[in-house]
Structure formats: structure tokens, C-alpha cells
């Protein structure tokens, strides 16, 4: 029995360990016919520019060992999902937050959210709020579970 429990754990613990950034993706089939996919980020902010230069906060919030992202537009918006996969599993709440809202008052009036599980980093930084973000937040939840995670939904700035 303990060894049947044993196996399970470790299946589980493979299956986490095996996800990747592709998996969390939206695909043709989960993307509105009202928006269509671009390849730059949409809008500045602070989430790509950590996007841009990940190796330069490794020592302070993790070795990113993957990143992509997805760019979408619509005659009602844009927005775009940044996502990050980490060597280990993050903790650090406080410096997420001031990476990617810092303290000026202008970045508390954009709609970035973010939301960490174990060792994975998912952004959405859209100008409304979007279809989009609701289908992807789903998707996320429902591969990687709800264990170690650190919400930034409901602290939107």
C-alpha cells in the first residue's frame, strides 16, 4: 500500500515537473474570432520589461529557464500574456509586485495581473478586461493546479 501511495505521489510530482510553457498557451480553438494574434507585445509596461531583460533579475527573483508570450488584438482592445517558467519554485510576492506594478501611481491605474503556481509566472497585461484573460486563467489553473500559488488577480493595478 505504501509503496502503490509512493508511486502516485511520484507520478504527480512528474506530471508538475513536466509542464511547460506550450501547454499553458491558448490555442486557435480557445482565441475569440473578435481578436486576432500579433507578434510584438502590446502596450509598454513593466511585464515586458521584465520580459525583455529576465537574466538581469535572476538573483533576485529566480532563473528563468523559459518565456514566451502571446499578443492579441481586437477593434475592443489588446493585451498580452506573458509567461515564464522558473529553475525552482517562486516565492517572493512583494518583489513580483514591485517588478511588475512598482509604486508610481501611474502603473497602479493599469490592468496587470499575475498569477504564480510552483515554478511558473503567468502575466496578463490587457487595457480592458478581457475574454481572453478569464480563458487563459482557466487554462492555467486547470493544468498546473492550485498548489504554491501566489495571486496577483485580486490586487489589480
Known amino acids: ?22 501547454d ?16 510584438y507585445p502590446k502596450y509598454k509596461s513593466r511585464a515586458e520589461t521584465y520580459y525583455r531583460y ?9 532563473e528563468v529557464i523559459d518565456k514566451d508570450f502571446q499578443a492579441f488584438l481586437s477593434t475592443k482592445g489588446a493585451g498580452t500574456i506573458f509567461y ?4 525552482e519554485n517562486l516565492s517572493t510576492d512583494d ?8 509604486d508610481d501611481e501611474s502603473s ?5 495581473e499575475y498569477l504564480v503556481i510552483n515554478n511558473f509566472l503567468v502575466v496578463w497585461r490587457f487595457d480592458h478586461k478581457s475574454e481572453l484573460e478569464a480563458v487563459s486563467r482557466k487554462k492555467v489553473n486547470f493544468i498546473l493546479g ?10 489589480t493595478h
Open 95 to 102: 518583489l513580483l509586485q514591485a517588478l511588475l506594478w512598482g
Open 24 to 39: 499553458l498557451k491558448l490555442d486557435s480553438s480557445e482565441i475569440s474570432i473578435n481578436y486576432r494574434i500579433i507578434n
Open 84 to 87: 515564464f517558467k522558473f529553475k
Open 108 to 112: 497602479k491605474k493599469k490592468l496587470t
Open 54 to 62: 529576465t537574466k538581469t533579475y535572476n538573483s533576485i527573483i529566480g
Open 146 to 155: 492550485h498548489s504554491h500559488q501566489l495571486d496577483g488577480y485580486n490586487k
Open 1 to 22: 500500500m505504501k509503496l502503490i501511495i509512493f508511486l502516485k505521489l511520484l507520478l504527480v510530482a512528474s506530471i508538475v515537473q513536466a509542464q511547460n510553457i506550450d
